[in-house]
Structure formats: C-alpha cells, structure tokens
C-alpha cells in the first residue's frame, strides 16, 4: 500500500474523520471529483476543522450506500 492508503487506514482505525484526499482515495475518485462534489452540495457531508475540510467516515459511508443500485442496470 502506499503512504495515502496507509494514512487513511490509520485515520479510519485511530479517528474517524478523513482528509480530502483520504476520503478521495476512500471511494475511489479523484481527489478533483470529490472537491467538484463538495462545491456543488451533492458530495458527502463535510465539515471545516481549521482550514482543513474533513470528511467523517460514516457519511462517506452513507453518501455511498445512498448511491447504491441494483445489479441489472449495470
């Protein structure tokens, strides 16, 4: 695994609030994608610790099972 795989295992284990770019690399999108998401309100829920946004892993969690579809349509 690589240091931002590595991290963000850490950071789910230790404190269940991601960076960007772990939250990012969490669902597999680009780190762009996500902020693009966040800009429009159709992301994740987020908060801003400081000047850091921050993703806690059980929205992320819930954002994805929210987007969740069957396995017809493929």
């Known amino acids: 695994m690589d240091d931002?795989?590595?991290r963000a295992q850490a950071a789910r284990?230790?404190?269940p609030f991601l960076t960007a770019k772990q939250a990012a690399f969490h669902l597999g999108l680009a780190y762009s994608?996500?902020?693009r998401l966040r800009h429009a309100g159709t992301g994740p829920k987020c908060r801003l610790h400081g000047r850091?946004?921050?993703y806690h892993i059980d929205d992320i969690e819930a954002w994805s099972?929210?987007?969740a579809r069957g396995g017809d349509r493929g």
């Open 52 to 54: 850091t946004w921050r």
């Open 65 to 67: 099972a929210a987007r």
């Open 13 to 15: 284990e230790i404190c």
């Open 4 to 6: 931002t795989a590595d």
């Open 33 to 35: 994608t996500l902020k």
